[in-house]
């Protein structure tokens, strides 16, 4: 139960209770994008794939949304939340959230909520199967540039192979926990599936790509 007055009285439209227990992935944010709420889903989530105590500890109530997202999605994930609370309009968008050994999917939907007081994050779980990607092997000296960083997409989590050709490989051991100086940006079938109409650097993006797939 939400015991929270001032939250109760934002999302006493939405069922406050009934949210608080759904198993989807569920939170308030401020307009300013600061996290107000979690749900029993958020918690749960966190805690089957390996996050807690560390998303509970790094991000409190009161944490910037907004911070825990690459800097490479961030304005993506700004302009969109900013639009979806002034023009009052939900906003969905698809993303992929993959365990080392199951591919999964979700939709996110953003709602504004009252009268502009903040806005309703729902994480849905659209397919989850078992992976039928090649795994590779973590290997510093396939992955590592010569400026001594590893890069792995935003969105899918594979990881970039040193070469003049992009190779994009799935690397198990490192989705759950990136080794030392890994960047982040976007590989190329993300890139254009997911975002070819955001305003996104293009940077390094080149026009064919592999996969070790």
């Known amino acids: 139960m939400i015991s929270d ?5 934002v999302l ?58 690459p800097a490479v999605l961030k304005r993506f994930f700004a302009e969109n939340f900013s639009k979806c609370l002034r023009e009052r309009r939900p906003w969905e968008h698809h993303y992929e959230c993959s365990s080392p050994e199951l591919y999964r999917s979700f939709v996110m939907m953003t709602y504004p909520v009252g009268a502009g007081e903040g806005l309703l994050v729902v994480h849905s779980l659209a397919r989850e199967t078992l992976h039928t990607r090649c795994v590779c092997k973590p290997r510093d000296i396939l992955y590592r540039d010569l400026q001594g960083f590893i890069l792995q997409c935003a969105h899918c989590r594979r990881v970039k192979r040193c070469g003049a050709k992009p190779t994009w490989d799935w690397v198990r051991e490192w989705v759950t926990t990136c080794p030392a100086n890994t960047s982040h940006g976007l590989c190329e079938p993300c890139y254009g599936f997911y975002y070819r109409n955001a305003d996104l650097s293009t940077s390094g993006l080149q026009d064919t790509f592999r996969t070790g797939e």
């Open 5 to 9: 007055p001032e939250i109760r009285s």
């Open 12 to 69: 006493w439209e939405t069922y406050p209770d009934t949210i608080h227990c759904a198993d989807d992935t569920i939170y308030l944010m401020w307009p300013d994008f600061m996290l107000a709420y979690v749900n029993l889903g958020w918690t749960q989530f966190a805690a089957r794939n390996g996050g807690e105590p560390a998303i509970s500890l790094n991000w409190p109530i009161g944490s910037c949304v907004l911070d825990a997202i």
